[in-house]
């Protein structure tokens, strides 16, 4: 599931363990999705509550870092 944050996005899925076939931690995905999509980062989290806030935290950060640097 990705979710737009103006020129940002970040994915959120909870993969399957292919030995155990069990979901574990969710994982996040940062991109950059204009003018080209460029993958910036990634982490993992226990609960998808959790994983959405660390994605929208690292999002705001790099957010700062583009408007600083513009």
Request: hydrophobic fraction near 35%.
């Amino acid at each position: 599931m990705r979710i737009h944050e103006g020129d940002l996005a970040y994915d959120l899925e909870q993969p399957i363990d292919p030995l155990t076939q069990l979901r574990s931690n969710w994982r996040f995905t940062l991109y950059r999705v204009k003018p080209a999509e460029e993958k910036l980062g990634s982490g993992e989290a226990p609960t998808k509550a959790e994983a959405e806030k660390k994605a929208k935290s690292a999002l705001a950060k790099i957010a700062a870092k583009s408007t600083r640097v513009a």
